[in-house]
């Protein structure tokens, strides 16, 4: 990497290269810089900066081959689309809700559900991210509030939420999200 970065993002690129967003240094300040890595050649290059920084956000490739940035540290509700041939970033709507720690899931029907997370409390809110309108609308919630579990599409088109955490400690619950 061109900078030490902690709890940032990696997303594999249609053309192989590997985009790696944001996160923490050194002394734990939210980092706005982006790089590239082409296996290639084994090379890391810079790219466009972001609008704001994050850590503890997510990074979710688009049908469309941009990479949307959500939420994070401090970031909050703040959204970007990165595009990878220009390198440029450009804002999007914000998240309805304030997150980081949150999980997104690409669906079939190439929106992207954004669920639990930390805003200084345990969230069991979830939301959808329109590509094609850029906006965002309120979904079904968890039944547990959970911040950093892991989800999963299943073959189904149900997403499996699993683990995390809450204000009681470490979860071993799990539940399923289906679309209407």
Known sequence: L??????????????????????????????????????????????GALATGHQWHTA?????????VAGGYPAGSSAERHQPASGVWTNT??????????TATLLPNDKVLVAGGYNGSYLSSAELYDP????????GALATARSSPT???????????????SGSGYLSSAELYEMD
């Open 151 to 165: 989800t999963t599409l299943l073959p189904s088109g149900k997403v499996l939420a699993a683990g995390g955490s």
């Open 93 to 102: 709507d914000a998240l309805l809700t304030t997150r980081r720690k949150h």
């Open 2 to 47: 061109t900078t030490a970065r902690f709890v940032h993002t990696a997303t594999l690129l249609p053309n192989g290269k590997v985009l790696v967003v944001g996160g923490g240094n050194n002394s734990n300040i939210p980092l706005a810089s982006a790089e590239l890595y082409d296996p290639a050649s084994g090379t890391w290059t810079n790219t």
């Open 60 to 68: 979710t490739l688009l049908p469309n081959g941009k990479v949307l």
């Open 132 to 139: 094609a309108s850029g906006t965002w609308t309120n979904t």
